[in-house]
């Protein structure tokens, strides 16, 4: 008897209203976002490795990409300093994207991945500042160098005195 009264009590319990808020998108309130459907999309892969993809939205979000791979010559150096060139296949990529922001600001982005990297381009990315200055040249003396003066003379030569007795002995 106890342990039905236990599961009447616990099946009371679980069967009441819960006092929790259910969970809801809380982005912005009363915003109903809209649906984003893919209107269009394309893939192309083929045989030697190339292709090419890309997709529209209906929120005019665009992306497209193409790759195709390439032959590259890589020179590598060993722990003792000798090189060694190999050649290596890779891809390169180039593509676009474009879309909108929820402010309404349109934004385009391109970029290039080869050999020379990621080379991103597009107006909202940062650019580095360029510093327009001459670098310092080193200042130009216009002079002389002084020449170690010469002198015209000659050096006194000892007098030399043979103390040989004519025999082939020395005299002491």
């Known amino acids: 008897m106890k342990l039905f009264v236990i599961a009447a009590v616990l099946a009371i319990?679980?069967?009441a209203?819960?006092?929790?808020?259910?969970?809801?998108?809380?982005?912005?309130?009363?915003?109903?976002?809209?649906?984003?459907?893919?209107?269009?999309?394309?893939?192309?892969?083929?045989?030697?490795?190339?292709?090419?993809?890309?997709?529209?939205?209906?929120?005019?979000?665009?992306?497209?990409e193409a790759q195709e791979q390439k032959k590259f010559t890589v020179t590598t150096v060993d722990d003792y300093g000798k090189e060694y060139t190999a050649e290596v296949f890779g891809n390169t990529n180039k593509g676009s994207s474009y879309w909108v922001s929820p402010e309404g600001e349109k934004f385009t982005l391109t970029w290039a991945a080869d050999n020379a990297g990621f080379q991103p381009k597009g107006d909202h990315l940062p650019v580095a500042p360029v510093h327009?200055?001459?670098?310092?040249?080193?200042?130009?003396?216009?002079?002389?160098?002084?020449?170690?003066p010469v002198h015209e003379y000659e050096l006194p030569v000892a007098p030399v005195h043979i103390p040989f007795n004519g025999k082939g002995f020395k005299i002491y």
């Open 17 to 64: 209203p819960s006092s929790y808020k259910p969970y809801e998108k809380t982005y912005e309130k009363d915003y109903k976002y809209p649906e984003i459907t893919v209107t269009g999309q394309s893939d192309e892969r083929n045989v030697d490795g190339s292709g090419k993809w890309n997709y529209a939205q209906s929120d005019y979000t665009t992306r497209e």
């Open 13 to 15: 319990a679980a069967a």
């Open 132 to 148: 327009v200055y001459e670098l310092p040249v080193a200042p130009v003396h216009e002079y002389v160098l002084p020449v170690a």
